[in-house]
């Protein structure tokens, strides 16, 4: 394990001296207590204090419109496959958001492969950035063990008052540290402030829904007919956003877009969801998913269960964007402490030490 | 520090520029393609699985195999004009049926899970097809046939809407006449020259004789066939994973990623589209 130190004065002369050469992206504040990951080149723009921003870092990995492949149709179907990728170093990752990433990870990795999204990958440098505290009533990071870090990061920020004491994870999160020449051994104190900050959270962030870690994915397995989605089905307005800003969402839509001259033009990809009625239909005009409730039901076992099968994670980071953002105030917090107490597992010690 | 875009050499998404080798319009909806891919390579594909098909400024969708494994050097699609057929959408099949041999069309795949044909040799088979359902199950049964001392008896029941709806008659009047092949057909609605039955798929069901241990069941249909299907052959004994079944679903990217195909925990793109019922009963987003 390695730590270094940053001053908090030299800070601004940090994110200065990455941003000389590469792309640096971080938490800018926007209007109405919202923040977005936007180009920095300076420290003095990056949010202090930010909640989880409108969209999670996926749309680095997983842009909303990506080129696959242009074409060229004048002489037959000529097609070439292409990647888009930019070179950038992401700042200010959150716990939850770094666990979205390794989701995003597992999904692309898995054969076949989408070597689109690894490429994309491989040009990206993270710094994460601890939450010392709750951002707001919505997150639910406790619940899926996401408030402290899990990896996934190349250097990894603690606010210790005074300064940042800093993880180097990896050789890329090494190098920007000799090559910024800001840092400073960190010593046994700067280690114990850690050590106690972690412990002092420990008590901070409790339990979000009062359940057994373990037991989650047995209350899924026996909710699948619960009212509880009609309850849900009742409220949506199927827009979408729930999807659109969660973290480990990344179903897409492929769509050709011909140019002017009707003979060249791109074949890309962009978010779908599936909380839109067509999404499930075939070309006959079967909707597999025709109700609302069952949408619904679909996008909550695809963080609580189907990815427990399948990849042994939850892919709910408890960023609490989806409630947050919800219209007709869906909220995941509530959702799941309902299911918990119609499968009797309430248990309001759990998670308390 | 800006955005690249760069060829990608192992993308999932290359096409391969196949060339249509002849055409036949089977009925008002639906069209019959030979397609080669280039230099007469192999498709090398099992029976059940399907492709993408691409018309690039238009778009790309999948579309069943039709032809078996065992006719090489190139292979065949039956394509409905959906826009035709339901009255909306279709666009990619629509700019489909206006093409004719020499035009060319983009391939992927093939993808999926098809037919389990070794596990299929030396049973006997009854197959179920209705509508458009034969289309898929074509590539399996004149594999059978191509490979029929491995199988045993072997029983084929169609279904259509009208007898002018009837896909690939001529073959179907062939494997009629076989003496290793039964065959039995049904139309919703029958034209004065009909000889055949009228009524649902499921009526021929009962009227089969067969030994449930060593029968497979294999249907393909429209989606809402296959609860009244399946509660025949059970009917009849055969065993839950000897009913195999192959499910439609919109697979966009067939590549298990972009999950527009999925049935609760499966991409029906990758995992499937064939599966064995005792599979199927417990997705309640199945069937």
């Known amino acids: 394990m390695q730590y270094v130190t940053l001053k908090k004065e030299r800070f601004d002369d940090f994110i200065s001296r990455l941003a000389q050469d590469k792309k640096v992206v971080a938490p800018v504040a926007q209007d109405n207590n919202a923040y977005a990951f936007e180009p920095v080149t300076s420290g003095r723009q990056i949010a202090k204090d930010y909640i989880p921003t409108i969209l999670p870092p996926k749309k680095y990995f997983m842009p909303q419109y990506e080129t696959l492949a242009t074409f060229n149709i004048g002489n037959g179907q000529q097609m070439e496959p292409v990647v888009e990728y930019e070179r950038m170093i992401l700042f200010g990752v959150r716990t939850c958001d770094l666990a979205g990433i390794q989701c995003l990870n597992m999904v692309f990795s898995e054969r076949p492969k989408d070597h689109n999204y690894l490429v994309r990958k491989s040009k990206i440098i993270i710094i994460g950035y601890e939450c010392n505290d709750y951002c707001d009533e919505y997150a639910s990071c406790r619940l899926v063990h996401n408030h402290t870090p899990n990896g996934g990061y190349d250097l990894f920020f603690t606010d210790l008052g005074d300064k940042f004491i800093v993880h180097i994870n990896t050789q890329a999160g090494d190098e920007i540290i000799e090559k910024t020449k800001l840092f400073e051994e960190a010593n046994e104190k700067d280690l114990k402030a850690l050590e106690a900050l972690r412990e002092k959270k420990r008590k901070i962030f409790a339990n979000e829904v009062p359940v057994v870690h373990e037991n989650i994915p047995q209350v899924f397995e026996k909710s699948y007919n619960s009212n509880i989605w009609e309850d849900l089905g009742k409220k949506c307005l199927s827009c979408g956003n729930c999807t659109n800003v969660c973290p480990t969402c990344y179903c897409f839509d492929v769509i050709d877009e011909p140019n002017l001259d009707l003979k060249t033009g791109k074949r890309y990809r962009r978010w779908d969801s599936c909380q839109s009625e067509t999404f499930a239909k075939v070309a006959g005009g079967e909707s597999f998913r025709e109700e609302r409730a069952a949408r619904q039901r679909h996008r909550y076992y695809r963080k609580f269960k189907y990815p427990v099968d399948k990849f042994a994670r939850l892919f709910c980071t408890g960023c609490g964007r989806c409630s947050r953002t919800c219209m007709a105030k869906i909220n995941l917090k509530e959702t799941v402490t309902a299911l918990v107490a119609e499968q009797g597992l309430t248990d309001k010690k759990a998670g308390k030490e | ?287």
């Open chain 2, 1 to 287: 520090m800006t955005l690249k875009r760069v060829i990608l050499k192992d993308s999932e998404y290359e096409i391969k520029r196949a060339r249509i080798l002849r055409t036949k319009q089977m009925t008002e909806t639906e069209k019959y393609f030979e397609i080669q891919l280039p230099g007469g390579e192999s498709l090398d594909h099992e029976p059940g699985q399907f492709v993408e098909v691409s018309l690039l400024g238009i778009g790309e969708a999948p579309i069943s195999i039709s032809s078996s494994p065992t006719k090489r050097g190139s292979f065949e699609l039956v394509v409905r004009d959906v826009g035709k057929f339901t009255g909306q959408g279709g666009r990619l099949t629509g700019a489909l049926h206006k093409l004719e041999a020499g035009d060319e069309v983009g391939i992927r795949g093939p993808f999926g899970k098809g037919f389990p044909v070794r596990i299929l040799e030396g049973n006997d088979l009854l197959f179920v097809a209705a509508g458009l359902g034969v289309v898929p199950l074509r590539s399996l049964i004149n594999y059978v046939i191509d490979n029929r001392r491995d199988f045993g008896k072997v029983t084929i029941l169609l279904g259509c809407r009208t007898p002018q709806n009837m896909l690939f008659a001529d073959e179907v009047n062939e494997w009629n006449k076989r003496l290793d092949v039964n065959l039995n057909c049904t139309v919703d609605k029958a034209d004065p020259e009909w000889k055949g039955n009228v009524g649902l798929i499921t009526s021929l069901i009962p009227g089969v004789t067969l030994e449930p241990e060593r029968t497979f069941g294999v249907v393909v249909g429209p989606p809402i066939m296959y609860k009244f299907v399946i509660k025949e052959l059970l009917k009849k004994q055969i065993p839950e994973r000897q009913i195999l079944l192959s499910l439609e679903r919109h697979m966009k990217c067939g590549l298990g990623k972009c999950g527009h195909c999925q049935i609760n925990d499966v991409y029906c793109c990758q995992d499937g589209p064939v599966f064995s019922y005792d599979k199927t009963k417990n997705f309640p987003e199945a069937v």
